[in-house]
């Protein structure tokens, strides 16, 4: 395993919990000049419902970087809060925050998004999770959004690129 310092490319690999259990995919993170490129790929997301009689919609799902990576499931009913709040290491109001993302679409259960940021590199978000919620994030309220349950978690972590040995070399693909 690479050191943080050194990682270019990270990736969480997102698992459903208990209140959404078809939801699996992956996000890799990708250095890129000037800061970081995300690229999602989610299946299994509940579709769409409108607000109705005072809930919260279901979707487009609230998809955040977590402070901890830690993906236990905890409490069915309330699920994965052991990887703690946003991360936010530079104390900015909710909407800033560096593990604020945009939304996730549920098109037929899929999402795939690609989006730039420049609050982190992949190095810095080694060893925290990613997250998705039940229902959109406000990016107003404070401090998370009010974007409801977590349905999903993923541990981001370096990635290390296969290697294939021939002839007694290793070769990258």
Not at 21 to 46: D, H, S
Not at 129 to 149: E, F, T, V, W
Not at 160 to 165: A, K, T
């Amino acid at each position: 395993m690479q050191a943080h310092s050194s990682c270019s490319t990270a990736v969480a690999y997102i698992k459903g919990g208990p209140l959404a259990p078809a939801i699996q995919g992956n996000v890799v993170f990708q250095e890129v000049q000037g800061g970081t490129m995300i690229y999602t790929y989610v299946t299994g997301l509940p579709p769409f419902q409108p607000a109705e009689q005072g809930k919260d919609p279901i979707g487009p799902h609230g998809f955040h970087i977590h402070e901890i990576g830690d993906c236990t499931v905890g409490d069915p009913e309330d699920p994965f809060k052991a990887a703690g709040e946003h991360w936010n290491p530079t104390n900015q109001p909710h909407g800033n925050h560096a593990g604020d993302f945009p939304v996730l679409f549920s098109n037929n259960g899929i999402s795939y998004m690609v989006f730039f940021t420049n609050k982190f590199r992949p190095a810095q978000a080694i060893g925290k999770s990613i997250m998705i919620h039940q229902n959109p994030d406000d990016y107003r309220s404070q401090p998370a959004g009010d974007a409801g349950k977590r349905l999903a978690c993923g541990i981001i972590q370096c990635y290390q690129q296969p290697q294939v040995q021939a002839n007694g070399r290793y070769y990258r693909y």
